[in-house]
């Protein structure tokens, strides 16, 4: 039975590494290609123009956006019906130590299920339908974060057109609905669920359904923060760096370097985060070496917010039932 099992298992621990040397090997061709478009030397010219002042303007701001996170999570816990919220030492810990696999491990989401998976205990069990019900907040989280991305990026627009960005609106009202599709979609899976063969409506009965709404408009309010709190961490390093650079300019591009995050064939974000850098802050006029030290200084920002959470993990390591 063990090598039957071994050899049922093998062929998924095959899939896993092929699909980790890949992203490394897309993240290196990434890398090289923009290396291959600009003088290293220029880029490490800009970078030195970075004043200290501005980058710990952004530091602070980004652990400001953790913090508002961390009360996102709770709020949106509440609405959904949790009936033991984790006390807030406990909050801090697994948000640091999600944001540390989010931002070090390939495809940005690691982080989000260890957390969701963690915050099943707040819905009074340990079993696998508390477990989804952990997990799909987490989801919804990050269904309204992409959402108040979209928002905010649509309304800099609308303020300040930016030429060569025209489809920002398309496809920020296209991204809003599919936000509100997988939001509904949550709503009335249960209901759905009776209809359903018994392998899709168990899962779909297990979802959580919306408790309170105050606490839910809340958490958009406060995603709205998060990603204002981001705008502006960017800005200060790239206004730095490029004086001509506005803070209108940022609100338009930095929401959408933000869903650059979540590309998941790249370690990080590498490579992708760069040329979204260069392309969008390209349109205002800034320099492709000047952006890319920009990019790699707003990566820096987040290295180093979640390095904490790194540095929490091996003080105080996840428990076996955090990662089940």
């Not at 953790?66 to 810990?93: E, V």
Request: charged share 15%.
């Amino acid at each position: 039975m063990v090598e039957d099992g071994g050899t049922e298992r093998a062929p998924g621990a095959k899939r896993k590494a092929l699909l980790k040397w890949g992203r490394i090997g897309v993240t290196v061709a990434a890398v090289a290609y923009l290396v291959s478009r600009v003088e290293p030397r220029d880029v490490v010219d800009a970078f030195k123009r970075l004043s200290p002042g501005a980058a710990l303007l952004a530091v602070l701001v980004v652990l400001l956006g953790l913090f508002c996170g961390m009360i996102r999570w709770r709020l949106l816990l509440r609405a959904y019906g949790a009936i033991d919220l984790p006390s807030w030492p406990r909050t801090a810990h697994l948000y640091f130590v999600g944001h540390f696999y989010n931002t070090y491990a390939p495809g940005g989401v690691g982080g989000d299920v260890i957390r969701g998976v963690a915050g099943r205990k707040a819905f009074g069990d340990l079993d696998w339908a508390a477990a989804t019900s952990g997990v799909a907040v987490v989801f919804i989280e990050r269904v309204i974060g992409v959402a108040a991305l979209l928002v905010l990026a649509a309304s800099a627009y609308l303020l300040r057109p930016i030429p060569g960005m025209e489809s920002v609106g398309l496809w920020a009202t296209l991204g809003i609905g599919a936000a509100a599709a997988a939001l509904v979609g949550i709503a009335i899976a249960p209901k759905l669920a009776p209809h359903l063969p018994e392998s899709l409506g168990k899962p779909l009965r297990a979802l959580p359904q919306l408790r309170s709404a105050l606490p839910f408009f809340g958490a958009v309010l406060l995603s709205l923060v998060i990603h204002t709190v981001n705008i502006v961490a960017g800005h200060a390093i790239m206004h730095s760096l490029e004086p001509s650079v506005t803070l209108a300019e940022s609100a338009v591009v930095m929401p959408l370097i933000g869903a650059s995050a979540f590309f998941p064939l790249t370690v990080g974000g590498a490579g992708v985060r760069e040329a979204a850098f260069a392309l969008l802050y390209g349109t205002v006029g800034v320099p492709e070496a000047t952006a890319y030290a920009g990019s790699l200084a707003f990566w820096a920002t987040q290295l180093l917010t979640a390095g904490i959470g790194g540095i929490v993990n091996m003080v105080v390591p996840l428990s076996g039932t955090d990662r089940a």
